[in-house]
C-alpha cells in the first residue's frame, strides 16, 4: 500500500538532530523529491529570506514540477521574498507557471530570527533551530509536527499576502 499524508513514509529522509550547511540543502533535496515521489499533498517552506535554500537549482525546481499536481499545495512564508526573487529565478518561475497551488505571505514586522526557518508536511518536518550554525532538527513525531504548524500558523495569521506570480504596472 502507497504511502499517505497520515502514515510515516519510508523515505530516507533523516529524523534528529543535524549540524551543517550542505546537509541542509541536501535535506531539502531530499524533502521535495520524497514530497513528489511520496505524493505529499501540502508542503509548507518557511524561512526569513531563502537566500540560503537550494531553491533555484534545476533539480529542487524539477522535483517541484514533479509534485505540482491537482490537489497540492504549497504555502511559502517569510519576513520578505525580494532575496527569493534576486536569488532563485528558476524557482520563481516555477511559482509563476503553478501560481495556482502556491499562496505566500510576508511576515514583514517579525524580527531577523523570528519566522522559523522550516519545511513542515504532514508525513516530515525540518526545522532549523540555529540557522547562524545551521543545526536543524528533522522529525515524524506528531508533536514536534503539530507543535511546529502551530508556531508557523501564528505567523501565517500574522502576514500579509506576499510574492505575487506576476507583478502589474504602467
Same mark, same amino acid.
Given at each position: 500500500?502507497? *504511502?499517505?499524508?497520515?502514515?510515516? %513514509?519510508?523515505? +530516507? +529522509? *533523516?529524523?534528529?538532530?543535524? @549540524? ?13 523529491? #520524497? #514530497? ?8 509548507? +517552506?518557511?524561512? /526569513? ?5 537550494? +531553491? ?9 514540477n514533479a509534485w505540482s499536481r491537482t490537489g497540492r499545495t504549497l504555502? $511559502? ?5 525580494d532575496t527569493l526573487r534576486q536569488r532563485h529565478p528558476r524557482f520563481?518561475?516555477?511559482? /509563476? ?12 514586522? =517579525? ?5 522559523? %526557518? ?16 545551521? @543545526?536543524? @532538527?528533522?522529525?515524524? %513525531? *506528531?508533536?514536534? !509536527?503539530? #507543535?511546529l504548524r502551530e508556531r508557523l500558523d501564528a505567523f501565517w495569521l !500574522?502576514?500579509?499576502? =506576499?510574492? *505575487?506570480?506576476?507583478?502589474?504596472? $504602467?
Amino acid at each position: 500500500m502507497p *504511502p499517505t499524508d497520515s502514515t510515516p %513514509s519510508p523515505s +530516507l +529522509l *533523516p529524523e534528529g538532530r543535524i @549540524v551543517g550547511r550542505e546537509d541542509f540543502g541536501a535535506i531539502v533535496r531530499q524533502a521535495l523529491q #520524497a #514530497a513528489a515521489s511520496e505524493g505529499w499533498q501540502q508542503l509548507l +517552506l518557511s524561512d /526569513t529570506d531563502f537566500a540560503d535554500w537550494p +531553491l533555484g537549482e534545476r533539480a529542487v525546481v524539477e522535483a517541484l514540477n514533479a509534485w505540482s499536481r491537482t490537489g497540492r499545495t504549497l504555502q $511559502l512564508l517569510a519576513r520578505e521574498f525580494d532575496t527569493l526573487r534576486q536569488r532563485h529565478p528558476r524557482f520563481v518561475g516555477w511559482r /509563476t507557471t503553478w501560481s495556482h497551488i502556491v499562496e505566500a505571505r510576508a511576515c514583514r514586522g =517579525a524580527s531577523g530570527e523570528g519566522v522559523p %526557518s522550516a519545511i513542515w508536511t504532514p508525513a516530515w518536518t525540518l526545522e532549523r533551530i540555529d540557522p547562524e550554525r545551521s @543545526v536543524l @532538527v528533522a522529525s515524524r %513525531s *506528531p508533536e514536534r !509536527k503539530v #507543535a511546529l504548524r502551530e508556531r508557523l500558523d501564528a505567523f501565517w495569521l !500574522k502576514g500579509s499576502p =506576499a510574492f *505575487p506570480a506576476t507583478v502589474l504596472g $504602467l
